[in-house]
């Protein structure tokens, strides 16, 4: 019964990691145009995509929660 709280883990875990870094990889792609359309929004467009960034990453740690949780089960 431990295996599948183990797979579970992974599982949760690596598809948040995958989604945090698709959209890690989405928000600066974006920026970068952003920027090279119109570089006098640099500023702006940078502060945007940190906190854009702080809230994608906010999902790798909910899912390490999980993955835990699962892991005790």
Do not use: C, D, W
């Not at 990453?57 to 835990?68: D, M, T």
Request: charged share 10%.
């Amino acid at each position: 019964m431990a295996i599948y709280g183990l797979l579970a883990a992974a599982i949760v875990f690596g598809l948040g990691a995958l989604g945090a870094g698709i959209g890690n990889g989405l928000i600066f792609s974006k920026t970068v145009e952003g920027i090279s359309r119109q570089p006098e929004l640099r500023g702006a467009l940078q502060t945007t995509a940190f906190i854009g960034v702080g809230l994608v990453e906010a999902l790798p740690i909910i899912s390490l929660v999980l993955a835990f949780i699962f892991m005790a089960q």
